[in-house]
């Protein structure tokens, strides 16, 4: 009987770590597409922002640039130690290298978006205001941060 209390509790062990290492690794791919795809909406919005404002269309671009500043900071959890390697993605070693500059530069873009939000209100040129408070972040995270692609 104690044999059989001991196999069952060994099974029980080891479907249990079976199950923890199966759930691991599936929630290392949905946080790494998680990511890959708070990365492309914001560039997809990004884009729209910068037609919208070419078009004077300041208020419709507005919410557009509320959704890139919230995504930067959702971001931050997006990024854990387990998350360095696999589904494609393109995040270089040097964002846990350089963890807290990353975490920096995710803060600062997430800024930079409501100053712009604020700033096409009286900005002269809305494609200079653009290139300060929005595509400057992103060539200075792509230049230090992710792989070419």
């Known amino acids: 009987m104690i044999q059989k209390i001991k196999i069952i509790k060994t099974l029980i062990i080891i479907f ?49 640039m509320k959704k890139i500043s919230d995504n930067y900071i959702k971001l931050l959890d ?8 696999g589904f494609k993605t393109g995040a270089l070693p040097s964002i846990w290298e350089n963890k807290d500059e990353f975490n920096t530069l995710m803060k600062k873009a997430s800024d930079d978006m409501i100053k ?28 230090k941060f992710r792989a070419p692609h």
Request: hydrophobic share 40%.
């Open 16 to 64: 249990s770590f079976t199950l923890s290492f199966s759930a691991n690794a599936q929630t290392v791919e949905e946080i790494i597409k998680g990511r890959k795809a708070m990365f492309s909406e914001n560039y997809q919005n990004a884009k729209k922002i910068s037609i919208l404002l070419k078009s004077k269309r300041i208020e419709e671009a507005k919410p557009l």
């Open 78 to 85: 997006y990024f854990p130690e387990n998350t360095k390697e």
């Open 116 to 143: 712009l939000a604020k700033a096409i209100e009286t900005a002269e040129d809305l494609r200079a205001a653009q290139k300060e408070l929005m595509w400057s972040n992103c060539s200075a995270c792509h230049s």
